[in-house]
C-alpha cells in the first residue's frame, strides 16, 4: 500500500503535470467521447481512491488513469481506455500538439514505458494543401513533436519509430475543410517489438 | 450554356481518346497573337521499294505537327477541314490564295517506303507573304512519332527562334483507388502524352521524379519497403539503383545540371536539411544546418548554387545557398507560402508554389528584377516543372488530380486530361539527343 503510493507519488511528481482524466470532449475525439469518457473518469477516480485507502494489487504499480490496470498491455485494444484513440490531429502548416492531446499522448508515453516490449510507428500526414515534399517535411516534423512527449514519459527510442507520407495517404479525399483537417494526423500504430 | 458546352466538350475528349495517349489535351486559355499556320496532310507516294510496304502507315503526320505547334501556345494551326486547298508539292503552291485567307505561313510534306518499316519523309516550311520557302528537309526513319516532334521542332525554331521542345518526355505519377487499396504508377510519356511507360508500380507512394541531366535516368522516391528511400532508375534497361535510405525523411531528389551530384533532403542528423550527394565518390555534403524544415533543393545551372524551402522565418519561403559559411539569401517576400521552387535551364527564371487568400498556385519570378508573376488561378497547384526550352510549365492541378501547362508569361493555358486516376508531379525531361 505504502509502496504503490510512493511510486504513485514519484510518477506524480516525475512527470511535473499529471494528465487529468478526460472530462467531457476535451481529450478524446468527438466520435466516441461519451462512452470512454464516462468510464474512464469513474475507473480513474476508483484507481485513486484504491491507492489511498487500500492496499490494491502490488503487481500493479505503474497507476493512474483509469481501470485497475490502465496500462495493462491490451489496454490499447479496449475501446473503453483513452489509450484505444490513436490518432492526434494538427493545425494547417503547424506542428505543435494542441492542448487537448497532450494528456493523449502522455498516456500512451507512460504505456509505453510500462510496456517495453511493445514498440510504436508514428505515422505523420498533412493534408493536400501546398507542396508535397515541404508537406513530408511537415508530417515529419508532426510525428517527431509526438515522438518527444512519448519519451518524456519513459518511453525509449527503440520502441519508437517515425515515418511520414505527408500528403500522399490521405483518410479523406474531397477537397474540403473537413477532410483536410482529418487528413493533418499523426497516427499511432503499435506492434510487438 | 457555357457549363453545358465545356461539359460537351468534355464527352466530345473522352469519347475522341486515342488509344495511346493516356493523357490528352484541352486549351484552356489561347492568345490572340498566334501565329496563324496551315500544315496540308502528307501526301502517301507508296512507291514501294524492295521489302518495302504498300500501306500508309496510320500516324496522320499533319495532325501530330498541328497539335504540337497548338500546344505550345504560339500557333495557330488550321483545322483540317478548314484548308483552302491540299497542295502536294511545291509546284502547284498558290501563295496568294493562302495569302487571302490570312495563313502567314504553309508546311506540305510526302512519306514513302525506304525499307521494312522505314520510310522518307519530306515536308517544306514556306513564308507565304514572301512566297519563298523557309526549310526543305528528307528523313528517313522508322520511329515515326518522333520525326513528327522533330518537324514540329524545326518549324518552332525556324519560327520564333527559340529551340522546341516537343521530342521530350514527362515523368509523372499516378494513383488509382480501389476499394480502399491505392496503386502509385511511376510513367514516362512523350510530351504530347503518347506512348505511355510504366517504370514501377507500388501499393505504396512514389514522390518526385526527377530526370539526369542526359535523360537517360530518373531519381524518384519510393514507400516500397514502408519507409521512403531514394533510387535512380536507367530507363533503358530497368536497372534500379538505391541511394540513399538513410533513418528519417529521404526526399526530393535533383540531379545537378553537370549530372554530378544528387541534392536531396535527409533527416538523418535529426532535421530535414539539404545534402548533396557526389555520384562519383558517394561522398555526402550536408548543405544547411537549421532547427526548421529546409527542403525542395532546385539547382542553378552553375552547378553549385541551390535554391531551397525552408520555414526559418516561420513560415516556407525559397531561399539560396551560394556556399558553405554564408547565410542563405531570401528570395520570396510576398505571401506566407512559397515553396517548391524549379529553375529555368538558363538560370533567369524561378517557377514555384505560391499561395494567396483564394489558394495555391503557379508563381514565376524573375530572378535578376525579382519581378513575380502569379501564372495559374489554383486552388491546389503544385508541382511546376519547366519545359528545357523554358516556353512553358508543367505543373498538377490538386483539385482535378490533372496535369497542366502554362505559358511561362501566363498567357496560354492548356490541361491535360488523364484517362483514369489522378495524374500529379509532373517532371519535364531536359532535350534528348
Known amino acids: 500500500m505504502r509502496n504503490y503510493l510512493f511510486i ?45 485507502l487500500d492496499g ?11 481501470g485497475d490496470q490502465p496500462y495493462r498491455k491490451d489496454a490499447i485494444h479496449d475501446a473503453n481506455s483513452p489509450l484505444s484513440q490513436q490518432v492526434i490531429y494538427f493545425d494547417f502548416n503547424a506542428s505543435a500538439i494542441k492542448s487537448e492531446y497532450r494528456d493523449l499522448i502522455t498516456w500512451h508515453g507512460r504505456y509505453l514505458a510500462s510496456n517495453q516490449d511493445m514498440k510504436i510507428r508514428l505515422e505523420g500526414h498533412t493534408d493536400e494543401r501546398g507542396s508535397r515534399e515541404y508537406n513530408v517535411a511537415l508530417g515529419d516534423r508532426r510525428a517527431q513533436s509526438v515522438k518527444r512527449m512519448l519519451m518524456f514519459q519513459g518511453a525509449t527510442k527503440k520502441q519508437i519509430e517515425v515515418i511520414s507520407y505527408g500528403e500522399e495517404k490521405p483518410v479523406g479525399l474531397e477537397h ?3 477532410a483536410w483537417a482529418k487528413n493533418r494526423r499523426v497516427q499511432l500504430v503499435y506492434g510487438a517489438m | 450554356m457555357k457549363q453545358m458546352l465545356s461539359a460537351l466538350s468534355f464527352f466530345l475528349l473522352v469519347c475522341s481518346w486515342p488509344a495511346k495517349a493516356v493523357l490528352d489535351v484541352e486549351i484552356t486559355q489561347g492568345t490572340e497573337d498566334a501565329l496563324p499556320i496551315a500544315i496540308v496532310p502528307f501526301n502517301w507516294t507508296g512507291a514501294p521499294v524492295a521489302g518495302g510496304t504498300e500501306i500508309q502507315p496510320g500516324m496522320k503526320w499533319a495532325e501530330v505537327i498541328s497539335s504540337d505547334l497548338l500546344r505550345s501556345g504560339r500557333f495557330a494551326p488550321v483545322a483540317e477541314k478548314d484548308l483552302l486547298s491540299r497542295p502536294q508539292s511545291a509546284e502547284n503552291l498558290d501563295f496568294k490564295t493562302w495569302r487571302v485567307g490570312g495563313i502567314d505561313h504553309l508546311v506540305i510534306g510526302s512519306v514513302s517506303a525506304a525499307g521494312v518499316n522505314q520510310y522518307t519523309v519530306q515536308f517544306q516550311l514556306f513564308d ?14 522508322s520511329s515515326l512519332r518522333r520525326t513528327a516532334h522533330h518537324i514540329s521542332d524545326l518549324i518552332y525554331q525556324q519560327l520564333t527562334g527559340q529551340k522546341g521542345a516537343f521530342n521530350t518526355r514527362v515523368a509523372y505519377v499516378t494513383v488509382s483507388r480501389e476499394l480502399g487499396t491505392a496503386s502509385y504508377k511511376l510513367e514516362v510519356s512523350d510530351a504530347d502524352g503518347y506512348n505511355p511507360v510504366t517504370i514501377l508500380t507500388s501499393t505504396q507512394p512514389i514522390m518526385s521524379p526527377s530526370w539526369s541531366p542526359d535523360g537517360s535516368q530518373l531519381a524518384y522516391v519510393s514507400f516500397e519497403n514502408k519507409r521512403a528511400q531514394i533510387f535512380t532508375q536507367v530507363l533503358a534497361t ?15 531528389p535533383v540531379w545537378s545540371p553537370d549530372g554530378k551530384q544528387l541534392a536531396m533532403t535527409l533527416s538523418k542528423d535529426g ?22 524544415i529546409d527542403t525542395e533543393p532546385a539547382w542553378m545551372p552553375d552547378s553549385k ?16 545557398f551560394t556556399q558553405a559559411g554564408q547565410r542563405p539569401q531570401r528570395l520570396t517576400f510576398e505571401g506566407e507560402y512559397n515553396a517548391s521552387a524549379e529553375i529555368s535551364k538558363d538560370g533567369l527564371k524561378m517557377a514555384f508554389v505560391y499561395k494567396d487568400k483564394s489558394g495555391f498556385k503557379i508563381a514565376s519570378m524573375d530572378l535578376e528584377t525579382g519581378i513575380m508573376d502569379v501564372l495559374t488561378d489554383g486552388p491546389l497547384d503544385e508541382s511546376p516543372s519547366f519545359a528545357p526550352n523554358g516556353s ?34 509532373p517532371s519535364w525531361s531536359p532535350f534528348t539527343k
Open chain 1, 8 to 52: 504513485l507519488l514519484a510518477a506524480v511528481l516525475l512527470a511535473g503535470c499529471p494528465a487529468q482524466p478526460p472530462k467531457g470532449d476535451d481529450a478524446v475525439t468527438k466520435k466516441d467521447t461519451t462512452t470512454t469518457s464516462t468510464a474512464d473518469s469513474a475507473g480513474d477516480k476508483d484507481a485513486v481512491q484504491t491507492g489511498k
Open chain 1, 56 to 66: 490494491a494489487d502490488k503487481t500493479n504499480s505503474t497507476a493512474l488513469t483509469g
Open chain 1, 176 to 178: 474540403t475543410e473537413a
Open chain 2, 128 to 141: 507565304v507573304l514572301k512566297g519563298e520557302q523557309l526549310l526543305g528537309y528528307s528523313f528517313t526513319t
Open chain 2, 238 to 252: 530497368e536497372q534500379r539503383t538505391p541511394l540513399s535510405a538513410f533513418k528519417g525523411l529521404n526526399g526530393a
Open chain 2, 271 to 292: 532535421n530535414p536539411d539539404i545534402y548533396v550527394l557526389n555520384l562519383q565518390n558517394k561522398a555526402l555534403t550536408r548543405i544547411t544546418r537549421h532547427w526548421g
Open chain 2, 305 to 320: 548554387t541551390l535554391v531551397f524551402t525552408s520555414n526559418r522565418s516561420g513560415k516556407p519561403q525559397l531561399y539560396r
Open chain 2, 392 to 425: 512553358m510549365i508543367l505543373y498538377a492541378e490538386g483539385q482535378r488530380g490533372a496535369l497542366a501547362a502554362v505559358s511561362f508569361d501566363g498567357r496560354f493555358k492548356q490541361r491535360l486530361v488523364a484517362r483514369d486516376g489522378e495524374v500529379r508531379e
